[in-house]
């Protein structure tokens, strides 16, 4: 079985409290899945008789009392309850249904009795989010093989389904594991255009439905750019046949662009057509250290143009980021001599020639040391250090983790201004929490992450809506690639006018007019009540 | 005291490896070369050495084709004074390379050779042993610790057997070779790469030395092993029995 926690995609019960968050690893498309399913639309069974109005029960509570009940529950399970946040209570909808056993044994004859799941303990880990801090009550879990089933989570769905080695167009399902193609176009002497620290269970549908940015978006641009068509399950059952494979294609409008980055609120992506950058091999890796954090922005610019076409990533992380990585990982060291360094920057080059690259990464180094940009720096002389640079920075998510409660936020910001909202919330948090920021520094987008002991709701209360203030003030995103869910959902205001969310709302009616594909999320809350 | 060091340029270890469609070798091209990992660690520790005070002078030594420059000024980046750089095209075999190693040694006249037990591509573990049994000198091969004793001119060399650890004490000069656990080196940091700029790398070749590189060796094929089956499940004790009997032939 597939570590759970990671793997996004799965069915959330329209549930009270606390529905999937996120990180940089997205959920795919979930339909809810309850018993006035979008199959029932198509199927007029009495089995789904949509005027059931289901009382407002909260279904956490009854799945924690049963926690407390059975007591073979582990000290891993009440640590997470102990984790939960109390903020947002949601009401379930009332014009959803419960499930009941009819409807699972509807479900068995669909797919196979080994593919409904009512274990609770494969339950209660695919309703918790990676960073435990949402809980779900789904009460059953699908697995589909194909699209004509019903598609709730689809990891069974990992075929690659053609690969053009002239064009580097890739075809495949929407539940292949990111690493696992990279693995594959490796062979054929290509790479995906997108890379993740999470790719070793990150998939491809969920990559694409939440239009996950990653480390290398500096180079080859975001998935809108890269993927050229779309196989996708409407809320209705439908099946919309976007699987084109053509690099240009005018014909009307370019509906996948509605589903790339839609979380699964309008369709659920079923397989993918994207293309991929040829696999060049001069790939050089230099860690650096930058004394402010003016010097980090000048030194991006002279990166853009004196390293240029070869560039491929450029992400920044500060010292108390670096402590964190050194503090809570294995086999991490700093690169660097220790120091009083204030910022680290990681540069990656790829070209297809290794002596012409180096020279060039390494000539920039050399004048960007004399002009005072860097205070100290790395280069990789093989692949093994190269990797152990990029754990620092990939290693960063997991690191937080261990150090207890995190509070995470992405943010995409001007870049001269984009610090100043660390320092800021550093003078406000003071010791109560730890501020950590690293990011994208190439696309201007900052992780920030506040680690506490624990959840606490007055360190929240001093976070929130603040971030999100300044964030608008600056004209900025209060999500840059790690999308809205359940968490953003009501702040969308703060990045997106009212009359464009409307215009979103109208979108999702017409493609979700009962709003059974993931609810609560993506979009506010009041929009749904006044339909 | 001075330290002569051989590295050696070979396939990146992070690499997959493909066997040419002829079977006459590896593929090299468009593939990404590195110092060796145990070349690399002989470096570090002639380094450290070099930095707690025994040590002058650190000289890097390759031999091998013109790219073979690139993996030296690696070693000078790392911090070594000098290199050495032997050119010589077509396959080098541990023999040659140790009696080439046994030549420069008579040049440069180092109180330590160190190299790398093994190179990763040939995996022959031979140069390091060799080398001693040309110049009579003692060696410590697998290093997993090597301590210096100034005064009375020795090293005493913890080497990694397959009993666990034995402790030799050598008389300088000596051979060492590398084991993994001896040392994690360092990288090579910008200051180092601009020093390297300037350091010296000295061109020889083999008729300098007055060594002839003929091979009583042979490749003649290169396959890849054969791929790994799946193991059978086997339903009872007696097939189990069976099976070790009559298909693999243990017992």
Redesign the interface.
């Known amino acids: 079985m597939q570590n759970w926690g990671r793997t996004r995609r799965f069915l959330i019960y329209p549930a009270v409290n606390f529905l999937n968050n996120r990180r940089s690893n997205p959920i795919a498309a979930n339909p809810v899945f309850n018993s006035a399913f979008g199959l029932a639309n198509h199927r007029d069974s009495p089995l789904y008789s949509e005027s059931e109005k289901s009382n407002l029960h909260t279904c956490f509570h009854s799945l924690r009392d049963k926690v407390v009940e059975t007591g073979i529950r582990s000290a891993i399970r009440f640590q997470h309850r102990g984790f939960g946040s109390d903020a947002t209570k949601i009401q379930r909808n009332p014009l959803f249904s419960t499930l009941n056993s009819e409807d699972i044994s509807y479900f068995k004859g669909v797919l196979g009795e080994k593919n409904v799941i009512q274990d609770e303990e494969r339950l209660l880990t695919a309703n918790t989010d990676w960073m435990h801090k949402y809980r779900g009550s789904s009460k059953l879990l699908l697995q589909p093989r194909s699209t004509e089933e019903v598609v709730i989570n689809v990891s069974l769905m990992n075929n690659i389904i053609s690969f053009d080695k002239v064009s580097g167009i890739l075809v495949c399902e929407a539940g292949c594991i990111l690493e696992n193609l990279i693995t594959f176009l490796d062979t054929q002497g290509y790479i995906m255009p997108l890379d993740l620290g999470a790719k070793g269970s990150s998939q491809i549908g969920g990559n694409v439905s939440t239009n996950a940015g990653g480390l290398r978006l500096v180079r080859y641009g975001s998935l809108h750019g890269n993927v050229l068509g779309l196989e996708v399950v409407l809320a209705n059952g439908d099946v919309l046949d976007m699987l084109g494979t053509l690099r240009k294609d005018n014909t009307g409008y370019d509906l996948k662009h509605l589903f790339i980055g839609s979380e699964g609120s309008l369709g659920i992506v079923t397989k993918v057509s994207i293309l991929t950058p040829p696999k060049l091999s001069a790939v050089n890796v230099a860690f650096l250290a930058c004394k402010d954090y003016f010097s980090c922005q000048k030194l991006l610019v002279e990166a853009k143009w004196k390293l240029g076409e070869i560039l491929s990533a450029f992400e920044f992380l500060d010292n108390l980021a670096m402590d964190l990585v050194l503090n809570h990982l294995e086999g991490v060291r700093n690169p660097l001599p220790p120091s009083l360094h204030s910022f680290y920057v990681l540069i990656e080059t790829t070209g297809s020639d290794e002596a012409y690259s180096k020279e060039k990464l390494e000539a920039f180094l050399l004048h960007a040391m004399g002009a005072g940009l860097i205070t100290d720096g790395a280069l990789a002389q093989d692949i093994n250090q190269a990797s152990s640079f990029w754990l620092i920075r990939e290693g960063l998510p997991e690191a937080l983790m261990k150090a207890g409660a995190v509070y995470k936020y992405d943010l995409s910001l001007p870049i001269e201004n984009m610090y100043n909202l660390v320092e800021e919330m550093r003078i406000r948090l003071g010791e109560s929490a730890t501020v950590v920021a690293y990011g994208h520094l190439g696309d201007g987008n900052l992780h920030l992450n506040i680690s506490t002991p624990q959840y606490e709701d007055k360190i929240l209360a001093q976070i929130e809506p603040y971030v999100y203030e300044w964030t608008s003030k600056h004209r900025g995103s209060i999500s840059a690639e790690h999308g809205l869910g359940l968490m953003k959902a009501n702040e969308i205001f703060y990045s997106k006018p009212t009359n464009v969310v409307h215009l979103m709302g109208s979108i999702k009616k017409a493609l979700d007019p009962k709003g059974i594909l993931n609810p609560y999320k993506v979009l506010p809350h009041s929009l749904s009540s006044s339909s | 005291m001075k330290i002569m060091v051989a590295i050696k340029r070979v396939i ?5 490896i493909r066997v040419k469609p002829d079977k006459s070798g590896v593929e090299t091209k ?3 070369m ?2 060796n ?1 145990f070349c690399e660690i002989a470096l570090e520790e002639a380094l450290r050495i070099k930095e707690s005070g025994m040590a002058s002078e650190v000289v890097a030594v390759s031999m091998g084709p013109t790219q073979c420059v ?1 993996t030296l000024r ?1 070693g000078l ?1 790392m911090g070594a004074d000098r290199g050495i750089h032997v050119e010589a095209t077509g396959a080098l075999l541990p023999l040659s390379v140790a009696r080439l190693l046994r030549a420069l040694v008579e040049v440069e006249e180092p109180g330590l050779l160190i190299l790398g037990k093994q190179a990763i591509d040939d995996d022959c573990n031979q140069t390091g042993q060799m080398v001693a049994g040309l110049l009579n000198w003692p060696q410590g091969t697998f290093a997993s610790k090597v301590v210096l004793d100034k005064e009375k001119q020795a090293v005493t060399v913890d080497r990694e057997v397959d009993g666990g650890l034995e402790t030799l004490c050598l008389d300088l000069p000596a051979v060492i070779t590398t084991d993994l656990r001896l040392n ?1 080196p360092r ?5 180092n ?2 020093k390297a700029k300037s350091k010296v790398i000295k061109k020889f070749s083999p008729q300098d030395l007055n060594v002839e590189i003929k091979s009583d060796l042979e490749v003649v094929q290169v396959t890849e092993p054969p791929k790994r089956k799946a193991g059978v499940i086997v339903s009872s004790v007696d097939e189990l029995i069976d099976k070790l009997k009559n298909e693999a032939n243990v017992i």
């Not at chain 2, 990146?12 to 997959?16: E, N, P, Q, R, S």
């Not at chain 2, 990288?187 to 200051?191: D, H, M, N, V, W």
């Open positions: 990146d270890y992070a690499v997959k468009n593939v990404k590195s110092m990992p690139d690696t980046a994690q990288y090579a940091t910008l200051p790469i601009m």
